[in-house]
T-cell receptor, first 111, second 117 residues
């Protein structure tokens, strides 16, 4: 089976750095996705990690440790528009692309 | 192509009525997924199509739910005899699965919010 855990809520200050953690247990590993979802909107793709290490994309970076079953999303220079839910997801298999999502971490950025 | 589109965006229905939602995926995508999302939770997988073939259905999908993708393009999700517990956001996603995993990034529609009263 598969299980994904992430914190329910986080609060951070505009301009700061925040790290959103995700731990997972899978019967096979086919990579890990991070999606951003603003309230009432579609989830949008942020990152995909399949190898260990840090992938940087502008203000957002994602880290993966396959041996620890652990990932984090790092958001730098926080902006008010970063207030959203951040979803960690793992594919159920490499064939179908079906995703198993965590419950999401709601990030509130305060001035 | 403007992405995955879903219709309607909102639906309010009385308990016991049938409802049908439509999803138009990105045109070149062969894979289509339906997910359900309730407040404060991540999306939960419901069903998956590759072209017109429905290849997987979640145990969450009771007999009252049926999905089709008749020509391998748009898809419909029908819920019969709706119950209050069906109230949720129904999300559609598509991807271009070619066997290499990076190509299976899923693009989501904005969802249909169903309220059963």
């Amino acid at each position: 089976g598969q299980n994904i855990d992430q914190p329910t809520e986080m609060t951070a200050t505009e301009g700061a750095i925040v790290q959103i953690n995700c731990t997972y247990q899978t019967s096979g590993f086919n990579g890990l996705f991070w999606y951003q979802q603003h309230a009432g909107e579609a989830p949008t793709f942020l990152s995909y990690n399949v190898l260990d290490g840090l992938e940087e994309k502008g203000r957002f970076s994602s880290f993966l440790s396959r041996s620890k079953g652990y990932s984090y999303l790092l958001l730098k220079e926080l902006q008010m528009k970063d207030s959203a839910s951040y979803l960690c997801a793992v594919p159920r298999s490499s064939n179908t692309g079906k995703l198993i999502f965590g419950q999401g971490t709601t990030l509130q950025v305060k001035p | 192509d403007t992405g995955v589109s879903q219709d309607p965006r909102h639906k309010i229905t009385k308990r016991g009525q049938n409802v049908t939602f439509r999803c138009d995926p990105i045109s070149e995508h062969n894979r289509l997924y339906w997910y359900r999302q309730t407040l404060g939770q991540g999306p939960e997988f419901l069903t998956y199509f590759q072209n017109e073939a429905q290849l997987e259905k979640s145990r969450l999908l009771s007999d009252r739910f049926s999905a089709e993708r008749p020509k391998g393009s748009f898809s419909t999700l029908e819920i019969q005899r709706t119950e209050q517990g069906d109230s949720a956001m129904y999300l559609c996603a598509s991807s271009s699965g070619t066997g290499h995993f990076m190509n299976t990034e899923a693009f989501f529609g904005q969802g249909t919010r169903l309220t059963v009263v």
